[in-house]
C-alpha cells in the first residue's frame, strides 16, 4: 500500500471516528436530557424544551435538566483533557487530574467552608434551620477552588528548588494529597452531626447542583484550556518523541510542563469545586482516545473531550436510571465504571515489563 493511500486511509478513519463520537455525545444528551424520576416522554420533553406544556415539565427541562446536561458536556472534556495532558507531560499512564492533590485540597476546602463557616462549630452549630439559611454554594466553591489552586503553586514552587521531572511532580502530588486528606480528617472529627452530613454530601459527585451561572464559568475555564492545549499540540507530539528530541526542536519543556499542569490542575478545581469528586474520567477517556486515533494530540484532544462529555452523560443517566427515582452519585458510576479499567491498565503494564 502505498503512502498516500495509506494517509487517506487513516483520514477517513479518523474522520468516522470524530463523526461517531460527535454523534454518540448528541444521542447521549439527547437521552440525558429526557430521563428522570418524573417519567415524561420524549414528546413532553421536547414540547417543554421549545416552551410548551405545563410550567412544572418547562421547569424541570431548562431549569434542572439543561443545566445537567450542559455540566456534564462541559466538566466531562475538561477532566478528560486535563488527564490527557497531564499524561503526556509526566510521561505517566497513571497520570489523573488527582495527580496534584488537586481534588483532595477541593474537598478540603470545601469542608473548611461548610464545617467552619455554614454547618459547624463557628456559626450554626446543630440548628439544621441555621445551616440551611448560612450555607452558600459560591461560597463552598470558592473555598475549594482557592485551595486547589494553592496545592498546585506549593507543588510548583517546590518543583522550582528541585528539577521539574515527571517522577518529582508524582511523588509531590501524592504527599501534597495525603497532607489534604489528613487535614480534611482532623476537621471532620470536630465537625457537628450537620456540618459533618453536609461536607459529606458535598464530596458526593453530583451534577444536579449545577446551574447556568456554574456552568457558564466551567465553560469558560474549559475552553480556554482546549484553545491553549491545541495550540500546544505540536509540541506535546514532540515531547512524545522524548525530552531531547523536544529541546532539539526549540521547546521549552520545563515550561511547557509548568503551563500545562496547572492549567490542566484550574481546570480541575474548577469543576471540583462545583461538582464534587468525579474521578476516573481523566484515565479512562485519554486511553480509550489514544487506543482509536494514536497519539497525535492535533486529534487526541477533541475527541478525548467528546469522549470525557460521553462519559460523563452516560454515567449521569445510569445514575437517574439506577437510582429508583432518586439520582445517584455520578462520582460512584464513574468509579464503578473506571476501576475496572484502572486495574486493567496496571495488568497490562505489568505484561509488558
Not at 454523534?23 to 413532553?44: E, I, K, T
Not at 446536561?69 to 486535563?82: E, Q
Request: charged residues 10%; glycine residues 10%.
Amino acid at each position: 500500500m502505498s503512502s498516500s493511500l495509506y494517509r487517506r486511509k487513516m483520514r477517513r478513519k479518523n474522520a468516522l471516528i470524530i463523526l461517531a463520537a460527535l454523534v454518540l455525545v448528541a444521542a447521549a444528551g439527547f437521552v440525558c436530557l429526557l430521563v428522570g424520576s418524573s417519567h415524561m416522554g420524549w414528546r413532553q420533553g421536547l414540547a417543554a424544551l421549545l416552551g410548551h406544556g405545563s410550567d412544572a415539565e418547562i421547569r424541570i427541562l431548562r431549569a434542572i435538566r439543561v443545566p445537567r446536561v450542559l455540566a456534564a458536556l462541559i466538566a466531562g472534556a475538561g477532566l478528560s483533557v486535563s488527564g490527557l495532558i497531564m499524561q503526556t507531560t509526566l510521561n505517566n499512564a497513571m497520570a489523573a487530574p488527582s495527580t496534584l492533590g488537586v481534588s483532595n485540597a477541593a474537598v478540603f476546602g470545601a469542608n473548611l467552608s461548610i464545617i467552619a463557616f455554614s454547618g459547624g462549630f463557628l456559626s450554626t452549630g446543630h440548628n439544621l434551620a441555621n445551616f440551611a439559611f448560612g450555607a452558600n454554594p459560591y461560597a463552598t466553591g470558592l473555598m475549594a477552588f482557592l485551595f486547589s489552586a494553592l496545592s498546585v503553586l506549593i507543588i510548583l514552587a517546590l518543583l522550582s528548588v528541585r528539577a521539574f521531572s515527571p517522577g518529582v511532580v508524582v511523588l509531590s502530588g501524592i504527599a501534597m494529597g495525603s497532607v489534604w486528606t489528613a487535614a480534611t480528617t482532623v476537621l471532620q472529627f470536630y465537625a457537628t452531626d450537620v456540618g459533618l452530613s453536609a461536607a459529606v454530601i458535598w464530596s458526593f459527585g453530583d451534577l444536579g447542583r449545577a446551574t447556568y451561572r456554574t456552568d457558564a464559568i466551567m465553560l469558560f475555564v474549559v475552553a480556554a484550556g482546549l484553545v491553549f492545549f491545541l495550540l500546544m499540540a505540536w509540541r506535546y507530539n514532540a515531547l512524545l518523541s522524548g525530552e531531547a528530541t523536544a529541546r532539539s526542536m526549540g521547546i521549552r519543556v520545563d515550561a511547557l510542563r509548568f503551563a500545562s499542569l496547572l492549567l490542566s490542575s484550574m481546570i480541575t478545581a474548577v469543576c471540583v469545586s462545583f461538582l464534587g469528586i468525579i474521578g476516573f474520567v481523566g484515565i479512562i477517556c485519554p486511553h480509550v482516545t489514544k487506543k482509536l486515533l494514536g497519539q497525535d494530540h492535533r486529534l487526541s484532544i477533541p475527541v478525548s473531550a467528546l469522549c470525557g462529555s460521553f462519559l460523563l452523560l452516560l454515567a449521569d443517566t445510569l445514575s437517574r436510571t439506577l437510582g429508583g427515582g432518586a439520582a445517584l452519585p455520578v462520582g460512584a458510576i464513574t468509579s464503578l465504571l473506571g476501576a475496572p479499567f484502572f486495574v486493567a491498565i496496571i495488568l497490562t503494564k505489568k505484561e509488558h515489563s
